[in-house]
C-alpha cells in the first residue's frame, strides 16, 4: 500500500528553484483511492492514541490534517501565517533561508487538556515543525504526536527536530533524493 | 442541528478592518462534534450526486474541501495563488477592492468527465468564486455544484455568481448582518 502510494507523489525537478527536487502531493491527493488510503492508513496508525485535535500547518497540511481530524474524530486547529487568524493569538517567529516567518494560532484553540497531533505534508529541513512544536508547547498540552506524509529523509530534518527522542515522529512515504 | 452549527461561529467586530463583521470558522473547527456535523450535513446533501472531484480555494477552503472529499469518496483538488502550484497550471485573475489576484489550478487536475464540487468557506461578494468558476469552467466538467460552509445573505454574493441559475448553490449557514 505504502509503495502504491509513493507512486502518486510527482517529482518536480528545479522547482521552486534550481537543484531542488520537488515533492507533489497533489496527484495523491486527486485521486480518490490514494486520498481514501493515505488517511486511512493514518488513521490506523493513530487510533487508540486518543488525539482531541489536529493541527494543520498553513496550507498543504489543513488538507490531510483535516480528513484525518474527521476520520479519528478529532478538532482540527489551523496554524496560520501571520495575521490570518482573526482572534486573539500566540505567534513564534522562525528563520528561513533569506529573512523571518511567523505562525501563529488562536488562543482558545489548545488546552492542557488536549493529545495534539502536529500536522504537516512534508518533512524537509525542520523549520516550520520546529516552530509548530515551539508554539503548541506554549499551551502545554498532554502529548504531542507528529505527522508527515512525505519525509525527505536525506535533508535529516527528523534529527533537527528539536527534543526529537521525546516525540512520536511519523511519515508515510519517504523519500532519499 | 444547523442553528447549533451557527452558534459555533465567532463573529469579530472590525475584523480585517472597521465596520466589517467578520465570520470566524475555527471554533466550529475546533469542536469535534460540531466538525463531524458540518462534515456530515455535507455529505448528506451531495451523497448520490457522483461527485468524483472537490475543489477546495486556498486555505479555509481546504478544510471541510477535504473532510468532504473523504466522506464522499471523491478526489481533492487545490485551488491556490500564484505560484505555489509546481506542475503546468492554468490560471484567472479577479479584481480585488485593491488591486488584483490570480487564482491557479493544475492542468491535469478536472477532466471532463469529473462532475466537481466547487467548495469555499465562506460567500461574501462574490469574487472569488466567480474566478473559480471561471477557471473549473475551462476544463469543462460534466458538472459544477458549489458549496459554503457560510452565506453572508445581506452581501448578496449568491445573486453576484455568473449564470447563477445554472449551478446548484448550497450553504450550510447564513447570516443577513
New interface residues.
Partial sequence: MKLHLKSKI?I?DD??KKGIS?K?I??L????ES??AT?DELQKYYANKGI??IC?I???G??????L???L??????I?KQGK???STTSVAYKLEYGTDVIEI?N??IHNGDIVLLHDDLLATGGTINAAIELISKFNPQKIYISFIVELSHLNGRSRITNNKTYNIHSLIKFDS
Same sequence: chains 1, 2.
Avoid: M, W
Avoid at 491527493?29 to 480518490?32: A, K
Avoid at 489543513?62 to 480528513?67: E, M, R, T, V
Avoid at 474524530?73 to 489551523?78: C, D, E, R
Fill in positions: 510527482r518536480i522547482f521552486p520537488y507533489d497533489t496527484p491527493l486527486s485521486d480518490n486520498f481514501q488517511t482531541t485535535k494543520g498553513e496550507s498543504r489543513f488538507i490531510i490534517g483535516s480528513s481530524a474527521y476520520k474524530n478529532a478538532g482540527f486547529v489551523p496560520r487568524l482573526p482572534y488562536h482558545d484553540a
